[in-house]
């Protein structure tokens, strides 16, 4: 019963969205160049947007996956399992979870742009006029994001790693490999779906949100594509946002609102597509094995 | 950091080597002094001291919870593994004590092969669970790494059976197959001990039968130690025999001894099955 609800709920939302939004797609509308004036049904696009979006996620997932897979591995294959230091870890990772994107974005903002930003600066480029690493930019907006999705691939992966039995590490604890390298030969190769799904659910989780790229990165309008990881970028989500808030005529505008909310759910529908292609992937390769 | 142990094999066979347990003229090559072990508060085994001859197969028996699995793995330092495990006494391999603090684990274990009671082959191909041991230790010949495969293989009488699928999964094995594999994996790197934690308990009596009869052809060149629970077994393919009770260590002695005229009452109900 309560499947049917929410499927009923999703469906909704989905076939709202696609009817309204499906007029407005066009190839011009998603390779098109983002107008000065950006609330124009006729000439809008959001190419620089896509492009922006795709870009922070793939970043963040460089990011998050390296630290929350050795997090992961630190914590359950090295960590003595009831020392205080370690429950401290899990606390943080689990409060982590817990804690509003917005508050992110003031994080990402404060530690990337001022503190770490800032000194980059002051050692780098010390006669500079403007900040060139102490501003909104693709590398700090990505990394917040990488911050705020941590724990999911933290718990994925330790979830992962847990499930792999105690065997098959004695198995090569007892042919003289060392700890590491039976973590990395022999456990981490079988984690690897298990660590491909957390990575899928940074990424779906990420794609959407606005609130930890508000300060750390995201621009209302540009004229070009970012061109560096100290550029800022346009967002399809972060757009959706101004549409729908600075429309000076919110009637003629939903076209453009609606096509964008589409392209943000199909870009996601992308991005996660490869990670499932890749643990379709791993997963053949290892049931070949099994 | 590498203290390497001794070579064990060139040691020369003193005349009447001393041992509490009747060697055949072998000499011992593991020898436990007064072992204790604990899991936190509870001692699993109480006060252990007897030796291990040299290229012998020796068993061990007794019923369940007695400490057998806890000693062997006393011998390869697989107990480390484990938090809140403490140890008293000394055991001592080729003459040296397994437990002082230079020794390398590592090079421990390459010395000391073990096999466990549940097959656990890597999910990898038959060819790179061989592999797997012998690349760690280095070796990047792929002649090399292919012909020890096969001796290790043949050796583990299993050559025959998985010729013509060296590249398949290990998995797709059968559960006696799977542990002559383990044992082919652990003897690719040539260890001088064999330690095999009932290694035949999950299998019917034909694979039985294979993995006695690998057994009694690997003692030509491994010091094994078995724990079973089978007693026919134990009689077949052991030299000496150790039976434990509650942690201690009841009687060693030659295994034809144990079965037919075993010095205490408690071995001797255990092995006609008055109790265990
Ligand atoms: N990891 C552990 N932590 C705490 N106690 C343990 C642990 N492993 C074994 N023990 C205890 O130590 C005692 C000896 O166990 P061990 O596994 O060595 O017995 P065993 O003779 O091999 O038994 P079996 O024939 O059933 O395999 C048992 O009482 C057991 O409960
Ligand atoms: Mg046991």
Redesign the interface.
């Known amino acids: 019963m309560a499947t049917f609800l929410i499927l009923a709920i999703l469906a909704l939302i989905l076939g709202n969205i696609f009817l309204q939004g499906g007029t407005g797609l066009s190839p011009r509308f998603i390779f098109g160049n983002a107008d000065k004036d950006m609330f124009d049904v006729a000439s809008a696009g959001v190419w620089p947007m896509v492009f922006g979006t795709a870009a922070r996620v793939i970043l963040m997932t460089l990011f998050v996956i390296p630290v929350g897979v050795t997090t992961a591995i630190y914590l359950t294959e090295y960590a003595p399992a009831l020392s205080p230091f370690t429950r401290i870890i899990r606390g943080a990772v689990n409060n982590l979870a817990g804690v509003p994107s917005i508050v992110f974005g003031l994080f990402g903002l404060g530690f990337f742009i001022s503190a770490v930003g800032g000194t980059l600066d002051v050692f780098l480029y010390p006669d500079s006029p403007k900040p060139v690493w102490g501003k909104a930019a693709l590398i700090w907006a990505s990394l917040t994001l990488a911050v705020m999705t941590l724990p999911v691939v933290i718990v994925a992966t330790e979830e992962s790693l847990r499930a792999i039995p105690l065997g098959l590490r004695e198995a090569s604890l007892a042919l003289g490999a060392t700890k590491l390298q039976t973590v990395l030969r022999v456990v981490l190769p079988q984690a690897l779906p298990g660590i491909l799904t957390g990575g899928i659910l940074a990424v779906s989780r990420a794609a959407g949100e606005v609130a930890p790229i508000l300060f750390t990165g995201a621009a209302y309008y540009m004229a070009s594509l970012p061109q560096s990881l100290t550029d800022q970028f346009m967002d399809l989500a972060y757009h959706v946002f101004v549409l729908s808030t600075q429309s000076p005529d919110i009637e003629k505008t939903r076209p453009i609102l609606y096509g964008t909310v589409v392209v943000l759910l199909l870009l996601t529908f992308a991005l996660n597509l490869v990670a499932i292609l890749i643990r379709a992937r791993v997963r053949r390769n290892l049931r070949r094995l099994a | 950091m590498t203290a390497p142990l001794p070579s064990l094999r060139a040691r020369v066979t003193p005349p009447d080597a001393v041992s509490p347990a009747p060697t055949h003229g072998h000499p011992p090559l593991i020898e436990v002094d007064r072992l204790s072990l604990y899991y936190g508060a509870a001692r699993a085994l109480h006060d252990i001291s007897f030796a291990v001859p040299e290229r012998l197969v020796t068993a061990f028996i007794g019923p369940s919870g007695c400490g057998k699995s806890t000693l062997l793995r006393c011998f390869?330092r697989?107990n480390d593994?484990i938090?809140n495990v403490r140890l008293e006494g000394t055991v001592r391999i080729g003459g040296e004590d397994i437990y002082a603090r230079d020794i390398d684990v590592?090079?421990l274990?390459?010395r000391v092969?073990?096999v466990?009671q549940?097959s656990?082959?890597?999910?990898?191909?038959i060819f790179d669970n061989i592999a797997?041991?012998l690349r760690?230790?280095g070796l990047r010949r792929k002649s090399e790494i292919a012909d020890i495969v096969e001796q290790s293989l043949h050796q583990a009488a299993l050559w025959e059976e998985v010729k013509d699928r060296l590249h398949a999964?290990?998995?797709g094995l059968s559960g006696g197959q799977q542990q002559r594999l383990?044992i082919a994996?652990?003897i690719a790197?040539k260890p001088d001990i064999l330690l095999m934690d009932e290694p035949a308990s999950a299998l019917d009596p034909l694979a039985t039968a294979k993995i006695e009869d690998l057994i009694l052809d690997l003692k030509q060149q491994f010091t094994i130690v078995i724990v079973t629970h089978n007693m026919q077994q134990a009689a077949r393919i052991s030299d000496a025999t150790a039976f434990f009770y509650l942690g201690e260590l009841i009687e060693h002695d030659a295994t034809s001894k144990i079965f037919t005229n075993p010095a205490r009452k408690q071995t001797e109900d255990y092995v006609t099955g008055r109790f265990g």
């Open positions: 390869n697989m593994l938090d590592i090079e274990r390459k092969g073990m466990f549940r656990n082959p890597f999910p990898k191909t797997y041991a760690l230790q999964s290990a998995l383990c994996r652990a790197i």
